[in-house]
């Protein structure tokens, strides 16, 4: 059996070493189908997913003696100050591994933070130069969606498609649960309407387009994933904000007042939320009532439990937290048996500390929260000038594009965390990647414009 392997494995290491980008490309195509080690061999103390996470691992040490050898990489992104940011809250995230309570997890989490970031961020940067790749590198991550869809959904279809139980695990073993599957599919729609509705796509293009749009808002629709549902609607009032032009100072006071409103009613909004006894079901209506539900809902009462849990797990140690990926191995204790639901475990299942703000802030401390925080607000900010800057409708399209599925995924990540995945960490630190390529790109044709007219 092994031999038999070898001649895949010399023709991934030929790609790495003289076509790293098709390695890269390979990779990104085969997230949506990767299964996790724990699948294939049950009762290891060890996973990954499967082949996504050795390929990162082998592409990161390829990437790591090119560097030494040659000594040269864009420095352009590598010294953009979203980059700078990264290597900030990498700084952290190392730090903090050296100072936590179970090193090995920590240093297993800071490792695949890296390759995700070298893979799907700095290497794939690299490959979006003067705007190249970008939609091939989204089709190729949306293709094997739709086969994750059909084989949901033909699951699906064995026990109901109203039934909201059978969502949650119908697109096991391919994605954890129906969170995860939820917010993919989020992230993508945003590209999927853009593709459709654009004029620089040709006929053929924007009807393949309409077609897989389709596909994945209905398989959106049937993950009953309530998180995924939300981030869309954040993702539409921003698109609205942004193609309205509206300025940043009456967005910004609308939110201190509404913040400023609900701190001083908090007492009568947690009375009024206390009232809505509305459980998630297969009624839509229903379904998204209960998202509110704060007194009956298990799965929001578990929300609640976890975030709690990272909270008190946060104010023992605020500095350096408990070490990156320490959270479901620590946060048991913290459980007060007032706050337990029927689906509360010892183990972090079904989900970690539900919260990509919460979590790191548990682990890593006080500035856990602020890199993550940093980082949104640096890229958010180079997108909307990244945006108004350019003139071309294709670029246009794509840093909105990327700019709305990073949005759905803030917005999501307050409810649950998933970029401890090769899932979601292929669109997250892609869409950045797309976001910094596309601002070099114009900002080098904006700079050489003007030196051609100060020459003139």
């Known amino acids: ?37 724990s699948e294939i061999m049950p009762g290891l103390s060890i996973n990954m997913f499967l082949p996504t996470e050795p390929l990162l691992f082998g592409i990161l040490l390829i990437f790591i003696l090119k560097l030494f050898a040659t000594g040269k990489f864009d420095r352009d992104i590598l010294l953009h100050p979203v980059s700078l940011t990264i290597y900030f809250s990498l700084f952290w995230m ?20 890296v390759w995700f970031i070298v893979g799907f961020y700095l290497l794939t940067a690299k490959l979006f130069e003067s705007g190249k790749n970008i939609e091939k590198y989204v089709w190729l991550y949306t293709l094997p969606l739709l086969i994750v869809i059909f084989y949901a959904t033909s699951r699906h279809l064995g026990y109901g498609l109203w039934n909201k139980q059978a969502a949650n695990f119908v697109v096991n073993p391919l994605y954890n649960d129906h969170t995860s599957y939820g ?47 939300i981030s869309m609607v954040a993702a539409f009032v921003v698109w609205i904000i ?31 939320l206390e009232r809505n006894n509305t459980e998630s079901s297969a009624n839509l209506s229903e379904h998204i009532s209960s998202i ?21 797990m946060f104010k023992d140690k605020p500095f350096l937290g ?24 010892n183990s972090a299942d079904g989900g970690n500390a539900h919260s990509e703000y919460l979590g790191p802030m548990a682990e890593s401390g006080f500035l856990g929260l602020v890199t993550f925080l940093l980082l949104i607000s640096v890229v958010v900010y180079t997108a909307i000038h990244t945006y108004t800057r350019t003139t071309d409708k294709r670029l246009k399209t794509l840093v909105m594009s990327a700019l709305l599925g990073l949005i759905t995924y803030y917005i999501h990540g307050t409810l649950n965390n998933f970029l401890d995945t090769d899932k979601l960490s292929v669109p997250f630190w892609g869409f950045t990647a797309i976001i910094v390529a596309v601002d070099i790109y114009t900002r080098k044709a904006a700079n050489k414009e003007a030196l051609q007219e100060n020459k003139a």
């Open 322 to 345: 408990w070490g990156p990926g320490t959270y479901m191995f620590n946060y048991a204790p913290y459980q007060l048996t007032a706050d337990r639901t029927i689906i509360s475990t």
């Open 292 to 312: 509110s539900n704060i007194s009956s809902d298990a799965s929001n009462l578990e929300r609640i439990n976890r975030w709690s849990c990272a909270i008190r």
């Open 242 to 272: 942004m193609r309205l032009r509206i300025r940043f100072k009456p967005i910004f006071l609308t939110f201190l007042i509404t913040f400023s409103i609900i701190l001083v009613f908090q007492n009568q909004i947690l009375m009024y």
């Open 1 to 37: 059996m092994v031999i038999n392997a070898l001649p895949l494995v010399l023709g991934i290491v030929l790609l790495a070493i003289y076509a790293l980008d098709k390695l890269l490309f390979l990779v990104v195509f085969f997230t949506p189908l990767s299964l996790p080690l």
């Open 94 to 113: 190392l730090l903090t591994t050296l100072t936590s309570t179970m090193p090995i997890v920590s240093f297993k989490s800071f490792l695949s933070r």
């Open 183 to 229: 917010a993919a599919l989020a992230m993508y729609l945003p590209f999927l309407f853009g593709f459709s509705f654009t004029k620089t796509y040709s006929p053929g293009v924007k009807t393949i387009a309409r077609i897989v749009l389709g596909v994945l808002f209905m398989g959106l629709i049937l993950s009953y994933a309530r998180a995924a549902w």
